[in-house]
């Protein structure tokens, strides 16, 4: 598949990249500053260097690709996003947005927002396919290509159709055992994981996820 990075430059951008890259899957890393998207690329080319990498702005990224993971801030989702509604008309996006607020050295959710970011997207994007996904694997453990992943992948969607996409791209990743958890709305509850995960790894220097058991 054709997979689209908004924004590809970031920790966990990037990490997707190279962890779908891995798959054999064409990268295409997109930034508002094309020279940052080619370094961005350059530095996943060193480590998969027979992957097709494509480095441009978030208009041509989004056109080229044919499913678009969402990884910026909270603070600058809708006024990037806003813009390129009309090229993300029928698009498959996966949304790995989690709205984090860092006091004094402690991560909380941002109070603020009351719905989850999924669905705020859903509500922006009425015609984009809309996936909440990879909100509890570190971009630590995506980027480790030597290193074996054992991870449960909590997504929510409301709809079939991308859910199948969704499912059919995961299928190519060893390691990610997909875990249906509901619908958009639900997914503020990963939100207010996120911050309890990122707490635990600063204090115990160490890259956490959510296991789950029973299923």
Do not use: W
């Amino acid at each position: 598949m054709k997979i689209g990075f908004i924004s590809g430059t970031g920790k966990e951008g990037q990490a997707l990249a190279i962890r779908f890259g891995l798959s054999e899957h064409s990268i295409f890393i997109g930034s508002r500053d094309i020279s940052k998207a080619e370094l961005s690329g350059n530095q996943i080319r060193n480590i998969l260097p027979d992957v097709e990498i494509l480095c441009s702005d978030y208009k041509q990224t989004v056109l080229q690709s044919d499913i678009v993971f969402i990884a910026l801030p909270f603070s600058v989702v809708e006024n990037q996003l806003t813009p390129l509604k009309n090229e993300l008309k029928g698009k498959y996006i996966v949304d790995t947005t989690v709205p984090l607020s860092l006091n004094k050295g402690k991560f909380t959710r941002l109070s603020g927002l009351k719905e989850s970011v999924s669905q705020f997207l859903y509500n922006l994007l009425p015609d984009s396919h809309i996936i909440s996904s990879f909100h509890t694997i570190s971009h630590l453990d995506l980027k480790r290509i030597q290193k074996k992943m054992d991870h449960d992948l909590l997504y929510f969607v409301n709809d079939k159709k991308p859910e199948s996409k969704f499912l059919e791209l995961i299928d190519t990743v060893k390691g990610l055992n997909p875990v249906k958890c509901g619908t958009l709305d639900l997914s503020i509850l990963i939100e207010h994981q996120v911050p309890l995960l990122l707490n635990i790894n600063k204090q115990y220097g160490k890259s956490t996820s959510i296991k789950i058991h029973g299923l």
